[in-house]
């Protein structure tokens, strides 16, 4: 069948005793071909969330996408994943063997963490130089890059780590952050994706049992590159 635009939203209803997943609300149903008609309001269609959004949007955050291709099309579940951190202006800084890139686009369909809380406006006012004075450091320069122990994520950590001691708090080690922070986001985007390609495939989707919003998710790759 023909492909959906990546990021079309998803729709759950329930039908023949069934859950249903699909990108719109059919007239019959899929399953027993019969008219959907009319449903009692707990039994509307509910929109599933979409995971991803548009990292040159996103102020202040740290981003996760594919190192190749997009998490709806080419990502595997166990594929790299790059990582970076937005300025306020949705600049996505990130660490390569290139040094430092500043990319005004190519994260338009990313995992969000957002670093700063409602309110935290005098820190979001020297976010940007903190960013660029961070990314100037030596520590960063394109030589000093290495695939496994210094890389992009690397460099989001420490400056995560930075803008904590800035405010007095402790740091956070690799572990406790990919745990907290990153872990509980790709869970969402892998059950995400796994629907989403289900229903290109069929143009619905009836999950075996136990439902795949609660079961769990395929491999979500390793934030290293």
Excluded at 124 to 131: S, T
Excluded at 178 to 197: C, G, N, Q
Aim: with cysteine; aromatic share 12%; hydrophobic share 30%.
């Amino acid at each position: 069948m023909q492909r959906t635009e990546a990021g079309q939203p998803i729709i759950k209803f329930n039908h023949c005793q069934k859950p249903i997943y699909s990108f719109s609300v059919p007239r019959c149903c899929p399953l027993c071909q019969r008219d959907m008609g009319a449903r009692k309001l707990g039994e509307a269609p509910v929109s599933i969330a979409n995971p991803f959004t548009n990292g040159h949007r996103e102020k202040c955050s740290f981003l996760l996408r594919p190192t190749q291709g997009t998490f709806l099309r080419e990502y595997d579940g166990r594929s790299d994943l790059h990582v970076g951190i937005t300025n306020t202006n949705g600049a996505v800084y990130n660490y390569t063997v290139r040094g430092v890139q500043r990319d005004e686009a190519g994260w338009e369909q990313s995992v969000s963490i957002p670093l700063l809380q409602p309110g935290m406006f005098g820190l979001m006012d020297q976010w940007d130089k903190y960013l660029e004075d961070f990314s100037c450091a030596g520590a960063w320069l394109p030589h000093r890059y290495e695939e496994d122990q210094h890389n992009c994520y690397s460099y989001a950590l420490t400056f995560i780590n930075y803008v904590l001691a800035v405010e007095g708090q402790e740091p956070l080690d690799k572990d406790q952050f990919t745990e907290m922070f990153v872990v509980p986001r790709t869970r969402k985007a892998s059950k995400y994706i796994t629907l989403h390609r289900a229903i290109e495939e069929r143009g619905f989707y009836v999950p075996d049992c136990p439902d795949p919003e609660t079961s769990p998710p395929p491999g979500s790759g390793s934030a290293e590159h």
